[in-house]
């Protein structure tokens, strides 16, 4: 049975989308803050070891903070939202 509403149901249905364009989708509009680890991730000059690195969608770090509520407040101020990662 075809009706409007199949139609419009199979035009909601996903598109495949690779890892690439998945991560651009949130590239300007997301960031997320992962602490940095002092032993593993040397601190970069003028840089104090640790604190937290702020991260765009795809991964690429973007800023560094001295604390958590810093690096938010950062991404905040770019006009983008930041998300928890796992």
């Keep these: 049975m075809d009706t409007a509403k199949d139609r419009s149901l199979a035009d909601l249905a996903p598109t495949p989308v690779d ?5 651009a989708l949130g590239l300007n509009v997301v960031a997320y803050v992962r ?3 002092p032993a593993t991730e040397p601190a970069l000059p003028g840089m104090q070891p640790g604190g937290f ?9 973007i800023g560094w903070a001295p604390s ?3 690096a938010v407040q950062a991404i905040r101020q770019h006009e ?4 928890a990662i796992h």
């Excluded at 890892?19 to 991560?23: G, I």
């Excluded at 690195?53 to 770090?61: D, T, V």
């Excluded at 983008?80 to 998300?83: D, I, L, N, R």
């Design 19 to 23: 890892v690439t364009e998945l991560a």
């Design 35 to 37: 602490d940095l680890d």
């Design 53 to 61: 690195a702020i991260h765009a969608a795809n991964g690429q770090r």
């Design 68 to 70: 958590r509520d810093l």
């Design 80 to 83: 983008m939202e930041p998300v």
